[in-house]
């Protein structure tokens, strides 16, 4: 099966500086790579994704690239605020193939941006 | 519109115990998921279900079951809760083209 490693495990930054987060993914079958911000005590929700069709996808202040020959995707974020911190997940399926839609997860990034 | 709704917010139950936690969609969703979220290990899918009528077993099938009866409903039962079973249980849908939604979750402390 599908296995993600994410790093890293803890992430601080000031505000105003950029972040980013890595992950690696090992089953070359998967083409579907969504990102998820969750808050303290709230539901994770998307934020941004990409599929295996493209290699950048921007949306205002978060990017997600994707490299399908070494098999990572990682996760920008430029000129952070504070309302930036929160976990973060990244994911990836085969999506359409036969492991229809099910999302194998990253172990998650805790965010902090600092005033 | 409510989207996900996921019933009960919280619940403290009792070794050995019986729990049905409930999932409902109104987004006319096929297909319909189970994580459950520990501290350190991200999320975990439980089981799933393509579509009404079938389902399928996760990463972390065992001491679960669910049914899916019909397109806006997906119960997760828990047979005889065991202590390793608390934890944070989320429910998501997934429409076209693929992305998953999640409800609000339920905490569950099994003593």
């Known amino acids: 099966g599908e296995n993600v490693e994410q790093h890293p495990s803890t992430l601080s930054v000031q505000e105003g500086d950029s972040a980013v987060i890595k992950c690696t993914y090992s089953d070359s079958a998967s083409n579907y790579f969504p990102w998820y911000k969750q808050e303290l005590g709230k539901r994770p929700q998307l934020i941004i994704d990409?599929?295996?069709?493209?290699g950048e996808k921007k949306d205002q202040r978060i990017a997600v690239t994707l490299n399908k020959t070494a098999k990572h995707f990682s996760l920008h974020i430029t000129e952070t605020q504070p309302e930036d911190s929160a976990v973060y997940f990244c994911a990836a399926s085969n999506a359409g193939g036969t492991s229809y839609g099910k999302l194998t997860f990253g172990q998650g990034t805790i965010l902090t941006v600092h005033p | 519109i409510a989207g996900i709704t996921q019933a009960p917010t919280s619940q403290i139950l009792a070794a050995g115990r019986r729990m049905t936690l409930r999932c409902t969609q109104d987004m006319r969703h096929n297909a319909m998921y189970w994580y459950r979220q520990d501290l350190g290990l991200g999320l975990r899918l439980i089981h799933y279900?393509?579509?009404?009528?079938?389902?399928g077993k996760g990463e972390v099938p065992d001491g679960y079951s669910v049914s899916r009866a019909n397109t806006d409903d997906f119960p997760l039962t828990l047979a005889s809760a065991v202590p390793s079973q608390t934890s944070v249980y989320f429910c998501?849908?997934?429409?076209?083209?693929?992305?998953?939604?999640f409800g609000p979750g339920t905490r569950l402390t099994v003593l």
């Open positions: 990409i599929r295996s069709n493209v």
């Open positions: 998501a849908t997934s429409g076209e083209p693929d992305t998953q939604y």
């Open positions: 279900s393509n579509t009404a009528g079938t389902t």
